[in-house]
Nanobody, 122 residues
Framework: QVQLVESGGGLVQTGGSLRLSCAAS????????MGWFRQAPGKEREFVGI????????YYSDSVKGRFAISRDNAKNTVHLQMNSLKPEDTAVYYC???????????????WGQGTQVTVSS
């Protein structure tokens, strides 16, 4: 079992940056691929990006590619989402999640954090 807790959300102006963190506890964190998702009010949960268990490969949605970057530190059981050049349409609750396969499908993730709110003002 893996427990996930996100932090680092907040209010930022357009063009600003935020760094989200996801702290994991439990066994075998380093065996999981870690994804980030987001959900805006009235919209479905959306894939943002994923980093493989080893940290040597990451993949992003087109909407955030070139602006967001995921990193992980398996020794510290943490994953980060660096968000730059933020836009109002990035406003959402952001979730980290753990999966045993490399996938963009939310339904295939086994563990989820509680989410952290990111609000980008125009």
């Amino acid at each position: 079992q893996v427990q996930l807790v996100e932090s680092g959300g907040g209010l930022v102006q357009t063009g600003g940056s935020l760094r989200l963190s996801c702290a994991a506890s439990g066994r075998s964190f380093s065996r999981y691929h870690m994804g980030w998702f987001r959900q805006a009010p009235g919209k479905e949960r959306e894939f943002v990006g994923i980093i493989t268990w080893s940290g040597d490969y990451s993949y992003y949605s087109d909407s955030v590619k070139g602006r967001f970057a995921i990193s992980r530190d398996n020794a510290k059981n943490t994953v980060h989402l660096q968000m730059n050049s933020l836009k109002p349409e990035d406003t959402a609750v952001y979730y980290c999640a753990a999966a045993q396969i490399n996938t963009v499908q939310a339904g295939l993730y086994s563990y989820w954090g509680q989410g952290t709110q990111v609000t980008v003002s125009s």
